[in-house]
């Protein structure tokens, strides 16, 4: 079954019930965003967009395709648990698509700052990685790696090294020069 048109899945801001996929494989269409702290439960294949408001649990094989995207909040890092927005109980996660990181209004990160996104079972299994990885609209000055580690996903924000890289992003170019005149 798949799940099409234009639209919006929005669950409570309490984890609630979620999407369950039974007797085969459901999709989400790329048109379609699901909103909120639910379960995937069952085998799922994600075209559109993952918005985690709170906590998303996944029961099942469960597959970003190269159009989805996953909308992750770092949150300020102020707690262990805070940060991780999926975690998958039974099965398998296959990352694709975007991965679009953002922070928390005003939240300015340290250097080497931990955020702990995917957690799973140890005997479950992260496969693949993002085709696009887009960094938080932030302070500039970071740089922020994302490491697939022992059944998870993490991000970690460095310091630039250059400070002529004025918008963070590892490289010193125009772009550098344009967020020097617009600041």
């Known amino acids: 079954a798949t799940i099409s048109g234009t639209g919006v899945i929005a669950f409570g801001d309490e984890f609630s019930s979620g999407l369950h996929a039974v007797g085969g494989l459901a999709t989400i269409g790329t048109e379609q965003t699901v909103f909120g702290e639910y379960t995937l439960d069952g085998d799922m294949l994600i075209e559109g967009t993952l918005e985690p408001d709170g906590r998303v649990e996944i029961d099942g094989d469960v597959e970003l395709a190269p159009s989805a995207r996953l909308l992750m909040d770092l949150g300020d890092g102020s707690g262990v648990d805070d940060n991780i927005n999926l975690r998958f109980n039974n099965g398998s996660l296959t990352l694709g698509g975007a991965l679009v990181l953002s922070l928390e209004d ?58 002529a890289d004025f918008n963070g992003d590892g490289s010193v170019n125009t772009l550098d020069v344009l967020a020097f005149l617009n600041a």
């Open 106 to 163: 005003g939240h300015v990160p340290f250097d080497g700052q931990q955020w702990r996104l995917i957690d799973g079972e140890p005997d479950n299994e992260l496969l693949g990685f993002f085709d696009t990885v887009i960094p938080p609209d932030g302070p500039p000055g970071f740089v922020y790696a994302v490491e697939v580690v022992a059944s998870g996903l993490r991000v970690i924000a460095t310091a630039a090294s250059c400070p």
